[in-house]
């Protein structure tokens, strides 16, 4: 079954500081994989995917993230923080398949320090 | 707007009553998808359609929950002799195509059942 593992409830840190936000995942497949990210009050919203091709991909306001198939992780990092980022962070994954479903991990709540 | 819509936007029941959930896609949509959000976790996989068929609904977590699209647009999900245990955000998204690349959320329903 899938299965996604976030490793870090909530994250303090301080504008400009760097984050990397923890995501393991468990499929016996081809996986396509998001980050999906809750700003306060408003809806979920799509961050960045990988679907294929190369493993770093790029997303949306300097978010990027690291598909690394040997160890089953697709960690989400930004090299500079700002208090607009405040938020909660979902990593989630898909089979493959058409018909799969899309599972979401716990959520990482990040605060931003200004 | 041309987003995801769902109402109520809040609901309260006595336990033991039968609640409706409405989903409005964004019209074209194919995929539907149906997540149960408790308080400081990450939302739960309910069911999925594209268009009318209902291709999973193992996430669904009694027979008392029960989801539909009928004619491949609206959306409602049911839930039946409400227990406390049910409250919870209940949120709907939506996709464009089979893969499923972004999915759009709506604000969710919350549900407090008493």
């Known amino acids: 079954a899938q299965s996604v593992s976030q490793h870090n409830h909530h994250v303090i840190l301080s504008e400009a500081a760097s984050l990397e936000l923890g995501c393991n995942y468990s499929y016996g497949g081809t996986v396509n994989l998001f980050w999906y990210v809750q700003y306060p009050g408003q809806h979920l919203q799509l961050l960045l995917k990988y679907f294929s091709g190369d493993p770093l991909v790029k997303g949306i306001k300097g978010f990027e993230a690291e598909f690394i198939k040997s160890k089953f992780s697709f960690n989400l990092r930004k090299p500079s923080v700002q208090w607009s980022d405040t938020a909660e962070y979902f990593c989630?994954?898909?089979?493959?398949?058409?018909?799969?479903?899309?599972?979401f991990g716990s959520g990482t709540r990040l605060s931003i320090r200004p | 707007g041309a987003g995801v819509s769902q109402s109520p936007r809040y609901k309260v029941a006595k336990r033991g009553q039968d609640v409706a959930l409405r989903c409005d896609p964004i019209?074209?949509?194919?995929?539907l998808f149906w997540y149960q959000q408790a308080l400081g976790q990450g939302p739960e996989f309910l069911t999925y359609?594209?268009?009318?068929?209902?291709?999973?609904k193992s996430g669904l977590p009694s027979d008392r929950f029960f989801a539909e699209r009928p004619e491949g647009s609206v959306s409602t999900l049911k839930i039946q002799r409400t227990q406390q245990e049910d409250s919870a955000v209940y949120l709907c998204?939506?996709?464009?195509?089979?893969?499923?690349?972004?999915?759009?959320f709506g604000s969710g329903t919350q549900l407090s059942v008493l």
């Open positions: 998204a939506s996709s464009g195509g089979q893969r499923n690349e972004k999915l759009f």
């Open positions: 989630a994954v898909m089979g493959y398949s058409s018909a799969s479903k899309i599972i």
């Open positions: 019209s074209g949509h194919v995929s």
């Open positions: 359609f594209q268009n009318e068929a209902q291709l999973d």
